[in-house]
């Protein structure tokens, strides 16, 4: 009897050990799978993966910027493959793709195409899911160029078409080996001087001197002329207990003409304090309050700013005036400034990718996006400023940047973070059928808007062969 007891205890055991299997294996086949699958520490979620044949970035010139090559097989007969970048870290803008710490820049911005995806019936016939190559709008010849000019200095360069929008080159330095990355994260985290940061969409700057052109658009738009007198242009104003000079000394500055052209603050702060309504207004018009739009690309604005007309304070109104307030830039925001100047004050879109070629294509598809145009301020008002960009070339704060047989105009100033300086230069140069190339520049810890001025010439030159 107690035998037959046993039995029985023990067949149940079984039979309901048997359940509970059964039970488990049905949630996780029917219900579960996918949760399965997708965990991170899924083996044949990173053998799919390692699997897949990303498509190749190009540059205009098509110029392979990644690639992905086929490095062996898995013991389970999956193909390997890795990421390539032949660039390394002079095309920083492709971003990365790694297994372990995921994506960024373009890489990250176009996953989805660049991924591609499978049907049901290329998974049975176990086809290698491929993705659509990117043909970008970046110049490598003019992106190594300009990398040259800057000499590894920390800082960010962009470079746009106008009126098409197409970013021509995008420099972040320092930069990184996304061929490396792997092997390299932790530090490039920890590194003080922030390689993985893309500084011309995401980094943020004080704008100082950089905002006298939105500042002299306000005055010609109020009916001021460049020509006008000013009392005390070239004296320097206390901001923060620093003292702000005029980035060039030792001209004659007697206008808002020579005030622009050597930078000079004085003039500038002043009316803006004398109508900070007009000149929030232009903030706006301009753009420096909200993050641009590059097409599917991840851009940032700095946090928002307090409004001229809400300080009661007058020593901060006077420093968010002069560009060492809470308001902050990026480089971008600079550029698309010059893009509005260059383009006869109207905005311009900004774009990264150009054509898309579907896997195992010829073809590229253009993506070429329809220009988004609006009015910032008048042709006469243009007019002005533009003839205020070219003195300060010729003759000004920004005559590093002027090139044999080229009219550029531009404008150069610095700014301060704290007690460290930056210097900035913006400018364009007009190419044929209506066509320009703008250039913002911004070096880090450098009081030398001669040398940013040196750079931006050099960009535009090239730009233009």
Not at 333 to 361: C, D, E, F, H, K
Not at 408 to 431: C, K, M, Q
Request: glycine share 8%; with cysteine.
């Amino acid at each position: 009897m107690n035998l037959q007891h046993t039995l029985n205890r023990v067949t149940a055991v079984v039979l309901i050990s048997f359940s509970m299997i059964a039970l488990s294996l049905g949630y996780w086949s029917v219900v579960g799978g996918d949760s399965l699958l997708a965990r991170s520490d899924n083996p044949r979620l990173v053998e799919a993966e390692r699997a897949i044949q990303r498509g190749m970035i190009v540059d205009r010139h098509e110029a392979v910027l990644a690639k992905t090559d086929l490095v062996g097989h898995s013991v389970s007969g999956q193909p390997v493959m890795k990421r390539v970048y032949p660039f390394g870290d002079d095309a920083s803008v492709v971003g990365y793709y790694s297994l372990r710490y995921g994506s960024g820049g373009v890489e990250a911005a176009f996953d989805s195409e660049l991924r591609g995806s499978q049907t049901e019936v290329d998974r049975l016939l176990h086809r290698v899911q491929m993705g659509s190559d990117l043909q970008l709008t970046i110049d490598m010849p003019l992106q190594q160029a300009i990398i040259a000019a800057m000499g590894r200095s920390p800082g960010a360069v962009v470079v746009v078409e106008v009126p098409s929008g197409a970013v021509r080159a995008l420099i972040s330095l320092p930069s990184y080996d996304p061929e490396r990355l792997d092997d390299t994260y932790s530090l490039l985290r920890l590194n003080p001087f922030a390689p993985l940061l893309n500084r011309v969409t995401q980094g943020i700057y004080q704008p100082g001197g950089a905002l006298q052109t939105i500042i002299l658009a306000t005055l010609l738009t109020d009916r001021q002329t460049l020509d006008q007198t000013v009392l005390g242009a070239a004296e320097p104003i206390r901001i923060n207990g620093l003292t702000i000079a005029c980035t060039s000394t030792g001209a004659s500055v007697k206008t808002f003409a020579d005030a622009y052209a050597q930078a000079c603050p004085s003039p500038f702060v002043d009316a803006a304090m004398s109508a900070p309504g007009d000149v929030q207004d232009m903030f706006n018009a301009f753009g420096l309050l909200e993050a641009p739009n590059l097409i599917k690309f991840g851009t940032v604005s700095g946090r928002t700013p307090t409004a001229l007309t809400n300080f009661r304070d007058p020593v901060k109104l006077r420093a968010q005036a002069s560009g060492q307030g809470d308001l902050t830039v990026t480089p971008l925001q600079m550029a698309l400034v010059a893009a509005t100047i260059a383009n006869r004050g109207n905005t311009v879109t900004p774009y990264l990718v150009q054509a898309i070629r579907a896997p195992n294509s010829g073809t590229w598809q253009a993506l070429n996006p329809l220009p988004e145009e609006h009015a910032v301020i008048t042709g006469d008002v243009t007019d002005a400023i533009r003839s205020a960009m070219r003195e300060a070339v010729t003759r000004g704060a920004a005559s590093a940047a002027d090139q044999p047989d080229l009219t550029i105009y531009g404008h150069a100033s610095y700014a301060y973070t704290g007690v460290t300086a930056n210097s900035w230069f913006i400018g364009f140069i007009e190419l044929p059928d209506d066509q320009a190339v703008v250039v913002a520049v911004a070096l880090e810890g450098k009081n030398d808007p001669a040398l940013a001025s040196k750079i931006g010439g050099t960009a535009l030159r090239e730009a233009a062969k």
